[in-house]
């Protein structure tokens, strides 16, 4: 097959960099994944939040279509895994990924086809719960204020997309189809992805921040601060 | 106290989105991204196969039969962004909570 260099296919994992039985194994993981997220997703989801499931699904299609310079005639493009995760829920954020993956694969031919198991595990399961569980250390350990809120859903962002490129070494460390070092595969991935995670942290916390703004209690990440300040309210209007 | 509805936040977040995917993706950067920069750097990008959905109308982020760049871009944008939208409002059984939505307005 000819080697397709679109410049606008991005981030996501082709067809043919992994083996078979590793792409079936990711698949097999993304599936598992996909089937606990359809079962938690049902205790996040209420009338107000399942459109902005839908908008936040909307929004991460929209915003990987926005290639970003890196250093030396690199790009990169948000995931959205930590974004989602913070915005509707981890379930529900994985649920969004999936959707805007598969769209992308099928219709827009931007990530393999085969290749779907592996970019679902790496730019959905492990953006989303790696991105929310650094989220959610972020706000044990910074003061428990909504205007906290963002800056943890920043950290996340980061570490979600570091933690994508690692995985793929990882990954690529068993099923590559042609051999790479690994320590020489982990550098370049690592560095150039802690560049575009910047890019991710300014962009999961402007959208973040944006929404906390307005409504803070339709983002799910907020929820424990936006209930901590209607008691202190509650009780300091009637000791 | 609150001044913004549920209804204006999802019209002027998917305002945004449709922006974004339909104008500004024209002006989005051309190079390749970090896995194909590695790749080609690191000599694995010749493994890369072409896949299946390539031949497809919107393949590459470009509808089929539109020869200007910007029109050609923007409308595949949109129509995956309302793709997207449907997809995932159906999941989320948004459309059996529209109502509530309404009912919530200006809360």
């Given at each position: 097959m000819v080697c397709n260099k679109d410049p606008e296919v991005a981030m996501h994992v082709p067809d043919g960099f992994l083996d078979a039985p590793t792409s079936l194994v990711t698949a097999a993981v993304a599936a598992v994944g996909i089937g606990l997220a359809l079962k938690g997703a049902r205790r996040e989801l209420d009338d107000r939040t399942?459109?902005?499931a839908g908008l936040v699904a909307t929004f991460v299609f929209a915003t990987q279509m926005l290639n970003f310079?890196?250093?030396?005639?690199?790009?990169?493009?948000?995931?959205?895994?930590?974004?989602?995760?913070?915005?509707?829920?981890?379930?529900?954020?994985?649920?969004?990924?999936?959707?805007?993956?598969?769209v992308q694969s099928l219709l827009f031919a931007d990530g393999g086809i085969t290749a779907l198991g592996t970019n679902v595990v790496l730019m959905g399961?492990?953006?989303?719960?790696?991105?929310y569980a650094v989220f959610r250390a972020a706000q044990l350990v910074l003061p428990k204020r909504l205007s906290m809120v963002a800056p943890a859903a920043a950290l996340g962002g980061i570490a979600s997309v570091v933690l994508s490129a690692a995985a793929f070494v990882v990954l690529y460390a068993v099923g590559g189809v042609v051999p790479?070092?690994?320590?020489?595969?982990?550098?370049?991935?690592?560095?150039?992805?802690?560049?575009i995670g910047i890019g991710e942290a300014v962009i999961t916390f402007l959208v973040v921040s944006s929404i906390v703004a307005v409504r803070p209690d339709l983002v799910h990440g907020a929820r424990r601060v936006v209930a901590v300040r209607e008691l202190e309210t509650r009780l300091a209007v009637s000791p | 106290m609150r001044t913004v509805s549920n209804r204006t936040v999802l019209v002027v977040g998917l305002l945004v989105a449709l922006t974004l995917a339909g104008v500004v993706s024209f002006y989005a950067s051309g190079s390749p991204d970090g896995l194909n920069r590695v790749a080609v750097d690191l000599g694995f990008?010749?493994?890369?196969?072409?896949?299946?959905?390539?031949?497809?109308?919107?393949?590459?982020?470009?509808?089929?039969?539109?020869?200007?760049?910007?029109?050609?871009?923007?409308?595949?944008?949109?129509?995956?962004?309302?793709?997207?939208?449907?997809?995932?409002?159906?999941?989320f059984g948004a459309h059996k909570r529209t109502p509530a939505l309404a009912?919530?307005?200006g809360e």
């Open positions: 399942a459109p902005l310079p890196v250093a030396g005639g690199t790009s990169g493009h948000l995931m959205g895994g930590a974004l989602a995760a913070v915005l509707v829920g981890p379930y529900t954020g994985l649920l969004c990924l999936t959707v805007v993956l598969v399961l492990l953006t989303v719960v790696g991105g790479i070092p690994f320590d020489t595969l982990l550098a370049a991935m690592v560095g150039v992805h802690v560049v | 990008a010749s493994a890369e196969q072409a896949s299946a959905a390539e031949g497809g109308p919107l393949a590459g982020y470009e509808t089929v039969g539109i020869d200007n760049g910007r029109w050609s871009g923007g409308l595949a944008g949109v129509l995956g962004c309302l793709l997207v939208l449907g997809c995932s409002w159906l999941l009912r919530t307005k």
